[in-house]
C-alpha cells in the first residue's frame, strides 16, 4: 500500500514536471506569460484529469506481470489524459485558450519517459513487478522464463488447489494431463479469473492430436515453445500488420489484373478457398488466387503439389512462379491467424497423416513465407519441411522475420522453388 501511495505522489510531480519541461523545449528560457498563465491556471485541474485517467487504466493497482505491462497501461492512461486535456481546455478556451496544444503532445512523450522508467524502477525494487504462475504436476519450466520479469513459482499436486490462487497470470501444465473433468475445472478457472493456460510440450502434443481429430475440449491450447516476450510478439504482430497493409495498396493493381485473367481463362471462382490448420490445431480458410481446373480436389483428390501438375491452368502456372496467388492469404494475415513468416500451414489431411506436421510446429502461426521457403529447393515433402521449421520456431525473433522477408524477394523475382 505504502509503494502505490508513494508512486500516485511522484506521478503528481512527474506530470507537472513534463509540462514545465515542454514548455522549455517549446519556447526556451523565456516563457510567453500569456500561454504560460494559462497553465499555473489551471495546473491542478489537469493534474486532477490526468490521474483519473492513469487510475482508470489501473496503473496503480498492486502488481504487474511484466514491465511490457506497465508500459501499457501508463501509455493508455497517458494518451485518455492528453485527450481529456486538450478537451478541458477547449470547453473553456475563453479562459484558457492560450494554452499551446502543442504542448500537450509534448508532455505526453516526455510524461510516458518519465512516469514508466520512474514506476518502472520504484516498483522493480519493491518486487511488484512479478509474473505469479501456478505449476501443476512436476516438470522442467525454463523455457518459460522468459526475458527478465521476475517469477513467483507456486507448484501444486492437487487440482482443487487452484481455487487457492486467485491472483494468478498464468497456469502451466506440466507431466500427465489431467483427467476430462479436471481439465473442465481447469479451463473454466482460467477463463474465469481471465487466466493463461500453458501445457509443457509434451502435454501440447498429445492434446493437439486431439483437437486435430475434432477433439474441442480444450478451447484454450498453448505452449510456451517458440514464445517471446510480451513486447517481442507486439512487435512482430505489428510487423504482419504494416507490412500485409503495404504488400497489399501495392500489389492491388496486379491482383486485379490477375483475377481479371483467371475468370476469362478457365471456369470457376477467382478465389480458391481450402481449410488449412493453424496455430494451436485450429483450422482456418485460407485463400489463394486459383491456379488450378475447378473441383480439382473433387477430382484427384488430396495431392501434394508437383512441378508438372496436370491440374494447373497456364495463367495458374505463371501465378505460382511469381507467388502471386499467395497474396490474398494477406487477408488472413490481417485476420490474425496467419504471420507474414512461419511454418506454411498444411490440409488436415495430410496434418492427420504425417505426424511430424501434427507437433510442434503448429505451436506458432503459419506464415506467408518461411525458413524452408528461402534456404533451398522448396521441397513440399514434410520431412524437408520440419527441420526449417523447427529451426526457425526456436530462433524466432523480428530481426529474423525482416531478413526471411528480405530472402523472400530475390526467390519471388528468380521464380525459384515451386
Known amino acids: 500500500m505504502i509503494t502505490r501511495v508513494i508512486v500516485f505522489f511522484v506521478d503528481i510531480i ?62 493508455s492512461g497517458l494518451s485518455l489524459g492528453t485527450l481529456l486535456g486538450i ?24 510524461n510516458l519517459i518519465l ?50 490462487h486467485k491472483d494468478v497470470d498464468e497456469i502451466i501444465i506440466c507431466g500427465q494431463i489431467p483427467n476430462e473433468k479436471d481439465m473442465s475445472f481447469i479451463t473454466y478457472l482460467a477463463q474465469k479469473l481471465k487466466t493463461e493456460i500453458t501445457f509443457n510440450p509434451v502435454c501440447y502434443v498429445k492434446l493437439l492430436a486431439g483437437k ?7 478451447s484454450s491450447l498453448r505452449t510456451f515453445v517458440g514464445r517471446k516476450r510480451d513486447a517481442e510478439e507486439f512487435m512482430m504482430r505489428s510487423l504482419d500488420i504494416i507490412g500485409s497493409i503495404t504488400i497489399l495498396i501495392f500489389s492491388l493493381p496486379v491482383i486485379i489484373l490477375a483475377a481479371v485473367l483467371i475468370k476469362f481463362t478457365s471456369r470457376g471462382p477467382v478465389l480458391y478457398r481450402q481449410q488449412r490448420v493453424g496455430k494451436d490445431g485450429k483450422v482456418f480458410t485460407l485463400y489463394k488466387l486459383r ?27 505463371f501465378l505460382r512462379g511469381t507467388r502471386l496467388d499467395e497474396f490474398p492469404q494477406l487477408i488472413n494475415v490481417l485476420l490474425g491467424q496467419m504471420s507474414l513468416v512461419g511454418p506454411r500451414p498444411e490440409r488436415p489431411y495430410f496434418v492427420k497423416r504425417h505426424k511430424a506436421l501434427m507437433e510442434i510446429r503448429l505451436a506458432v502461426r503459419p506464415g506467408l513465407t518461411g525458413l524452408a521457403q528461402v534456404r533451398s529447393a522448396y521441397d513440399l515433402q514434410p520431412n524437408h519441411k520440419i527441420k526449417y521449421d523447427y529451426l ?27
Not at 479562459?95 to 499551446?100: H, L, Q, T
Not at 524502477?121 to 522468459?146: N, P, Y
Not at 520479469?149 to 487457492?164: A, H, N, P
Not at 480436389?297 to 502456372?317: C, H, M, W, Y
Open 212 to 218: 486435430i481429430n475434432g477433439d474441442d475440449s480444450v
Open 115 to 164: 512516469i514508466f522508467k520512474l514506476n518502472q524502477f520504484t516498483l522493480k525494487h519493491c518486487g511488484r513487478i512479478k509474473k505469479k504462475i501456478v505449476v501443476i504436476g512436476e516438470g522442467d519450466i525454463k523455457e518459460v522464463m522468459i526475458g527478465k520479469t521476475d517469477i513467483e513459482r507456486v507448484r501444486i499436486d492437487e487440482i482443487k488447489d487452484l481455487v487457492k
Open 291 to 317: 491456379t488450378m481446373i475447378d473441383d480439382a480436389e473433387k477430382q484427384f483428390g488430396p495431392v501434394l503439389a508437383s512441378g508438372n501438375d496436370p491440374r494447373v491452368t497456364k495463367i495458374g502456372r
Open 392 to 418: 526457425y520456431i526456436q530462433q524466432r525473433s523480428l530481426p529474423l522475420n525482416l531478413y526471411i522477408l528480405a530472402k523472400t524477394v530475390p526467390v519471388v523475382l528468380l521464380k525459384k522453388g515451386q
Open 14 to 75: 512527474l506530470i507537472n514536471i513534463g509540462f514545465l519541461l515542454s514548455f522549455w523545449i517549446r519556447y526556451g528560457l523565456f516563457l510567453p506569460e500569456r500561454n504560460f498563465t494559462s497553465y499555473k491556471s489551471s495546473f491542478v485541474f489537469l493534474t486532477l484529469i490526468y490521474m483519473s485517467a492513469l487510475a482508470i487504466f489501473r496503473v496503480y493497482k498492486s502488481r504487474f506481470r511484466s514491465s511490457w505491462e506497465l508500459f501499457k497501461r501508463v501509455f
Open 87 to 110: 478537451a478541458f481546455v477547449y470547453v473553456f478556451r475563453i479562459k484558457w485558450g492560450a494554452f499551446p496544444t502543442g504542448i500537450f503532445a509534448l508532455s505526453f512523450f516526455i
